[in-house]
């Protein structure tokens, strides 16, 4: 019934720029967590960025100040945007919407590659 699809990653040098879009479709609105995940070769995922059920933001540390967290609710799109990438941001990035209160009501996408190289 749910599904997120990722889009925008590819290759880019460090000081570079790329937006990530996760765009969902079917029935979302139980859904009020929606956040970014990201997983590198041999290492734990870690949240990136999330919109939190007030609509808050959070953001790991390592990016604070570089990435940014955005959302189109008439297209059921959310957006990272990410800029002045360092080659430690290579990973593969997943979208994920959940519910706040019963944790295990979650959805992932299939994730997009993001390699930051020179």
């Known amino acids: 019934q749910v599904q997120l699809v990722e889009s925008g990653g590819g290759l880019v040098q460090p000081g570079g720029s790329l937006r990530l879009s996760c765009a969902a479709s079917?029935?979302?609105?139980?859904?009020?967590?929606m956040g970014w995940y990201r997983q590198a070769p041999g290492k734990r995922r870690e949240l990136v960025a999330e919109?939190?059920?007030?609509?808050?933001?959070n953001y790991a540390d390592s990016v604070k100040g570089r990435f940014t967290i955005s959302r189109d609710n008439a297209k059921n799109t959310v957006y990272l945007q990410m800029n002045s990438l360092k080659p430690e941001a290579t990973a593969v990035y997943y979208c994920?919407?959940?519910?706040?209160?019963?944790?295990?009501?979650?959805?992932w996408g299939q994730g997009t590659q993001v390699t930051v190289s020179s």
């Open positions: 079917g029935t979302i609105f139980s859904l009020d967590v």
């Open positions: 919109f939190s059920s007030g609509g808050s933001t």
């Open positions: 994920n919407f959940a519910n706040s209160i019963i944790r295990s009501i979650n959805y």
